[in-house]
């Protein structure tokens, strides 16, 4: 019984033990050999291949590959514990507790590694656009994502795109720039000859009924076809906001990523929350009743999603401000360990949340830049009063901040400036804030910020 217990358990972490023990010498070799060339060859692709391993997993054809190639080696490595047990004590069923007990040790972490890779294939092809065949980036020095969180509620009709951040990627060094716009930004110039023809003055919206803004654009597109002729639904109001971005930075925006709030607080918890500096204690819901302490809090999904979405004693700017401050404590906390422990929710939370017209085969090379940009501080500029009059916008001087801060420079030249003399005073934005800080303040405005001290 010792004997048979032994060969059966030794052979289930070397294999052909049992076959060695009982005299098929042969068959043990060939086994053995077997599972020395499947560890050696791992050890020796893992090792150069290992800063490349990560974009196997966001594509759909590795992911198939491995997939079947775990479920194989799973069927073998069963098959051995099986046999050993056949050869070592024929006629001993008291032994079979023990193979099935081997069979489940070795078999269930197999069977996680498949139905995590059958899982990122799922999220790789429900939330992605399909593969296009080619390298989407290749010959751009500078990729432009527009990061859009959308806030849909039962009350009331349609999607409002209440946050939107252009993210300036440089694809050679990495370095990131983040453009945000105001919600509550007004005559948005159109990008296209019929949206053009509609709007010649910018967007105004349904008329008197609407003030519109350009959070309006998005759903304005969704329900008006005619405005961008042959596209789907679904992806008008994508589009057109995209387009209507690039006018207003100057800038190609070339893919957005829209996120629901409500299911971004889903992501939150998915997670297990997100640590944030918070400034000062703040209020929220209908009633007032909830709190979010002042100083460095763990915050739940719900109060994530408050903290990203109240204006409470604030405003729209301050509320951008607090947006990209959480973005990027997401970012930085998004670890390989919570990652992999907590994948099946994270997975479902992000196909609820998520759209984007990224291609598939966009993933790998997102994931190289990724690898470029970590360590880099992320810097920041907000199109806010009193550097712009929301109502009144120079789209001058917010295409000259672009340049000058992709520049390198941040700061804008004294002719954009000097061009409007009133920006400070201007009068009341759609928010109801009302920018009083002098010229020089407005100047300082249009410098980028670094997130990670703004945010600490």
């Known amino acids: 019984?010792?004997?048979?217990?032994?060969?059966?358990?030794?052979?289930?972490?070397?294999?052909?033990?049992?076959?060695?023990?009982?005299?098929?010498?042969?068959?043990g070799a060939l086994l053995l050999t077997l599972q020395l060339s499947l560890v050696v060859g791992l050890v020796l692709l893992a090792w150069p291949l290992r800063d490349t391993a990560t974009e196997w997993f966001v594509q759909t054809r590795w992911l198939d590959a491995l997939r079947w190639g775990i479920v194989v080696l799973g069927a073998v490595w069963a098959a051995v514990i099986i046999r050993s047990y056949q050869l070592v004590s024929p006629g001993r069923p008291v032994l079979v507790a023990l193979v099935v007990a081997l069979c489940l040790v070795v078999v269930a972490p197999l069977a996680y590694a498949v139905e995590l890779t059958r899982v990122s294939h799922d999220l790789v092809t429900d939330v992605f656009a399909k593969d296009t065949g080619k390298n989407p980036f290749r010959g751009m020095s500078r990729v432009n994502l527009l990061l859009i969180g959308a806030d849909a509620a039962p009350s009331r009709p349609g999607v409002r795109t209440d946050s939107m951040t252009v993210a300036s990627v440089d694809t050679r060094s990495g370095v990131t720039t983040l453009f945000s716009l105001p919600r509550n930004l007004e005559d948005v110039p159109m990008p296209t000859p019929v949206s053009k023809a509609a709007f010649p003055d910018g967007f105004?919206?349904?008329?008197?009924?609407?003030?519109g803004l350009l959070n309006e654009v998005f759903q304005w597109a969704e329900d008006h076809p005619e405005i961008v002729p042959g596209v789907a639904d679904g992806k008008r109001g994508p589009a057109l906001l995209k387009g209507a971005v690039s006018e207003v930075l100057g800038l190609q925006v070339d893919y957005y990523v829209m996120v629901d709030m409500a299911g971004f607080a889903e992501l939150v918890d998915?997670?297990?929350?997100?640590?944030?500096?918070?400034?000062?204690?703040?209020?929220?819901?209908?009633?007032?009743?909830?709190?979010?302490?002042?100083?460095?809090?763990?915050?739940?999904?719900?109060?994530?999603?408050?903290?990203?979405?109240?204006?409470?004693?604030?405003?729209?700017?301050?509320?951008?401000?607090?947006?990209?401050?959480?973005?990027y404590a997401l970012s930085q906390q998004a670890d390989p360990g919570t990652l992999l422990t907590r994948f099946h929710g994270i997975a479902g939370a992000t196909k609820r949340a998520v759209s984007t017209d990224l291609p598939q085969n966009a993933l790998p090379v997102l994931i190289r830049l990724s690898k470029k940009m970590r360590g880099k501080d992320v810097q920041s500029v907000q199109f806010v009063p009193p550097l712009i009059n929301t109502g009144y916008p120079d789209w001058e001087l917010i295409r000259t901040t672009v340049t000058e801060t992709l520049a390198g420079s941040g700061t804008?030249?004294?002719?954009?400036?000097?061009?409007?003399?009133?920006?400070?005073?201007?009068?009341?934005?759609?928010?109801?804030?009302?920018?009083?800080?002098?010229?020089?303040?407005?100047e300082e405005k249009g410098k980028p910020d670094s997130l990670a001290a703004k945010c600490a």
Not at 16 to 25: L, P
Not at 204 to 211: A, F
Not at 302 to 323: C, I, V
Request: hydrophobic share 40%.
């Open 1 to 27: 019984m010792k004997r048979a217990i032994v060969a059966t358990a030794a052979s289930a972490v070397v294999w052909g033990t049992a076959h060695f023990v009982t005299g098929r010498r042969v068959t």
């Open 204 to 211: 105004k919206g349904d008329g008197v009924g609407t003030p």
């Open 270 to 327: 998915a997670v297990g929350g997100v640590r944030v500096n918070v400034a000062e204690e703040l209020v929220y819901g209908k009633q007032s009743q909830g709190r979010i302490p002042a100083g460095d809090q763990i915050l739940s999904g719900e109060q994530a999603l408050w903290f990203g979405r109240t204006r409470t004693n604030s405003d729209d700017y301050h509320r951008m401000s607090r947006q990209k401050c959480l973005l």
């Open 412 to 442: 804008p030249g004294p002719s954009a400036t000097a061009a409007r003399p009133d920006i400070a005073m201007s009068p009341a934005s759609a928010s109801g804030a009302t920018p009083t800080a002098s010229a020089e303040t407005a």
